[in-house]
């Protein structure tokens, strides 16, 4: 036996792709070709399916009618993404460099919410932001917000709860990422006069800050203009002060590996998402998860859901290809370092 | 007189209740190659970091060209830092390794061209400017990370153990550039280093340090040939230790009186500022060996003993010979005279020890430890 595995070192590794390679093929492969000849089906569930490729028709019809929610789905996905790593990445970065030893117990915590289920995690949700919950019960009470203002069914309301239920994926790859940087490279670059990130820094800040601002002045429905001043203002000091030229420089473009895997743990799932859609959103606010959904189990419309998902995917894929031609090479770190 | 370039007043660095570095006074002049020697812990790198302001000291000042630095940040330092394990940025090529420290100052764009470009025939790298870190060996990327250093011209190159990493003789190979670089672009170096030969090697002067201090400071060639304490006597080289009595001066030489009687006779300006007990040393290789019979000029001093060891290792023996109190003292004999194994002191033969006067030194003696240092040769 062991002389045979020597003349045959191709079996090894055959043998140990082939348990996942055989799942793939029977719960990823098999549905996802079945699927595929489904969007090309017509008729419906009390006459049966038929198949034809004349049925491509399916496809434009699914993009002409939902292409708004499309657009939704992915601008909801890429906000939700976008302020995951804004919260998550000064969160890495404090566990990872200031963690001492607590580490542990923070990336514990990170963690901790997955012992709930998701849905669960989310109806909670739903009983926090409701109009006369705890949180916007009291602020009416007081008088604070008007008696109308409503969190729930509103694209803020998805978009925060995709941003909670999808911040751990971000943070702990970006955890691994910094948690490897060595701290003497930060030393080389302050030892190379790497101080305060001057003028970037408070450029960036203002941006940073006005931008998210103006954001929380739409939400609640006050001047954003007012806003993003004060956020602007607030961000320049805040950046000016507290992010070195090492950190841009260094830390930061050492760690982008790790954002680009959150990034993507984020984005992919949250693009098709449909419970956070669901609970915490209202009739406008539905992404193509959720009409997928619908089609499927609600309509029984399995051609045009079949569609819906492969256009879907291939959206998934095309974006993530952008993505990860700007941030998967290398050539943004260097470029980071050349400016 | 040189202009000083580095003072340290009464720097002190504690970490918790471990004082690491303890009221250091030191002056590195303008221009010299300084060595900071010691094992490891006592406080050399502490030393070097505090230089470079990357540790704040806990009490005393840092001046660097007359100014002030102690509580400035090491990006407002004039000094450049060679690190251990070169610290080169791994996402950058080596030409934008070497341009970081000029791009953060705004350094023009064709005046970094050059500038790189100099640095890196300086290092003899020419050429290297689009390769990734991890395309180069440990011996290039040292080189990149003095390059990335020098090219700022900083008033003092802190360099900590920089060749550690790298194999015996690439070691020796980078000696000799980095003394040739030092003195092509004449910046004060500071060295920290736990390998004596390196900093002899290449050392205007040395500090020797241990515990938190230093023990001694002087050139290489003092360091060995006249060790001040019993510490810096044993880490540079090898040495023998006797405890003595002073006895008395005769001539130009004090009298130092053995446990057994004998008399041995060193400069008597060396006695100066011992007050209590102290040991007379003398290096293996400054002993002669004779037979009881032959005859010995009256300017040596004399040691009977038996030999006990003699192993033959090509340029020279080396002997272990016993006193008659039971003290082995270390002998390296160059195979000149005797020369081939057959004609070498033998095991159990009596022998007479002899050197002069002048190769003695006198340590304080505080502790029993007769002989210190490793009896080995490379």
């Known amino acids: 036996m062991g002389t045979f595995l020597k003349h045959h070192r191709w079996i090894t590794p055959l043998a140990l792709l082939a348990p996942g390679l055989l799942w793939l093929l029977v719960f990823y492969l098999y549905p996802a070709l079945q699927m595929f000849m489904a969007s090309f089906w017509s008729g419906s569930l009390a006459t049966g399916f038929t198949f034809s490729l004349s049925n491509w028709t399916n496809y434009p019809d699914a993009v002409s009618t939902y292409a708004p929610i499309y657009l939704r789905s992915v601008l909801y996905a890429g906000a939700a993404t976008v302020t995951t790593f804004l919260i998550a990445y000064p969160l890495a970065y404090t566990i990872a460099f200031k963690g001492g030893r607590f580490k542990n117990l923070l990336l514990f915590l990170v963690v901790a919410p997955f012992f709930t289920s998701f849905l ?29 203002f409503h969190v729930l069914a509103s694209p803020m309301a998805v978009i925060a709860g995709i941003t909670y239920a999808f911040l751990p994926f971000m943070t702990l790859p970006i955890y691994v990422a910094l948690e490897k940087v060595d701290f003497r490279l930060v030393e080389a670059a302050k030892d190379l006069y790497a101080g305060p990130w001057r003028p970037g820094g408070a450029i960036v800040g203002a941006i940073v800050g006005g931008v998210l601002m103006a954001v929380l002045g739409f939400v609640f429905n006050t001047s954003p203009l007012a806003f993003a001043i004060v956020g602007a203002v607030v961000g320049a000091v805040l950046f000016h002060f507290r992010v070195s030229e090492s950190f841009v420089r ?67 894929l095309i974006v993530v290809a952008i993505y990860a031609k700007i941030l998967g090479t290398e050539e943004l770190s260097a470029a980071a370092a050349r400016a | 007189m040189a202009e000083i370039e580095v003072r340290l007043v009464d720097v002190t660095k504690r970490f918790g209740d471990f004082v690491a570095v303890d009221a250091i006074n030191l002056e ?129 190159l802190l360099l900590d153990e920089p060749l550690g990493a790298l194999d015996l003789k690439l070691r020796k ?57 019993r510490f810096v006597a044993g880490f540079l080289g090898v040495s023998n230790l006797l405890p003595v ?62 030999v006990r060891d003699a192993s033959y290792i090509g340029v020279s023996t080396q002997y272990i010979v016993e006193l008659r109190d039971q003290r082995r003292i270390t002998v390296f004999e160059q195979n000149v005279e005797r020369a081939t194994k057959a004609e070498l002191w033998a095991p159990g033969e009596k022998v007479v020890m002899t050197w002069l006067p002048e190769h003695s030194f006198v340590v304080p003696d505080e502790g029993v430890v007769e002989q210190v240092g490793i009896a080995a040769v490379e």
């Not at chain 1, 954002?259 to 915490?280: Q, S």
């Open chain 2, 245 to 306: 009595k002073a006895d008395g001066n005769a001539d130009a030489h004090a009298v130092l009186r053995l446990p057994d009687g004998t008399a041995a006779r060193a400069p008597r300006a060396l006695m100066n500022g011992h007050t209590g007990p102290v040991a007379l040393g003398v290096r293996p290789e400054k002993i002669r060996l004779k037979a009881p019979a032959d005859e010995v000029g009256g300017q040596y001093n004399r040691l009977e003993g038996v």
């Open chain 2, 28 to 156: 590195v002049r303008n221009g010299e190659f300084f060595s900071l020697l010691g094992p490891s812990g006592c406080g050399k790198t502490t030393t070097l970091r505090m230089i470079g302001g990357f540790e704040e000291p806990t009490h005393g000042l840092i001046e660097l060209s007359g100014q002030d630095v102690t509580w400035l940040p090491p990006y407002r330092r004039n000094v450049n830092t060679v690190f251990q394990n070169y610290a080169l940025f791994p996402h950058l090529t080596l030409g934008e390794n070497i341009a970081f420290g000029l791009r953060r100052r705004n350094v023009k764009a064709d005046e970094i061209k050059k500038r790189v470009a100099d640095a890196l025939e300086l290092v003899q790298l020419t050429g290297y400017e689009d390769r990734k870190p991890g395309q180069i060996s440990g011996g290039q990327a040292q080189r990149v990370a003095l390059a990335r250093a020098l090219i700022n011209r900083p008033a003092v």
């Open chain 1, 120 to 148: 669960l995690r989310t109806v909670s949700w739903k009983i926090i932001l409701s109009d006369s919950g705890p949180v916007l019960g009291p602020l009416k009470a007081i008088g604070i917000l008007p008696q109308q």
């Open chain 2, 173 to 229: 190979q980078m000696q000799v550039e980095l003394k040739r670089i030092q003195q092509e672009v004449g910046i004060t170096f500071i060295y920290v280093t736990h390998d004596q030969e390196e900093a002899m090697t290449m050392s205007d002067r040395i500090a020797v340090m241990n515990k938190g201090h230093y023990e001694q400071l002087a050139g290489p060639a003092e360091l060995y040939e006249r060790p001040k304490t």
């Open chain 1, 250 to 316: 260094v830390t930061f473009p050492l760690s982008i590996s790790g954002v680009f895997a959150g990034g993507l743990l984020t984005f992919i799932p949250a693009i098709g998402d449909y419970v956070n859609a669901e609970l915490l959103g209202g009739p406008n606010t539905s992404m193509i998860g959720n009409v997928i959904q619908a089609k499927f189990l609600t309509e029984n419309d399995y051609p045009s859901a079949s569609a819906l998902s492969f256009v879907m995917m291939f959206g998934v």
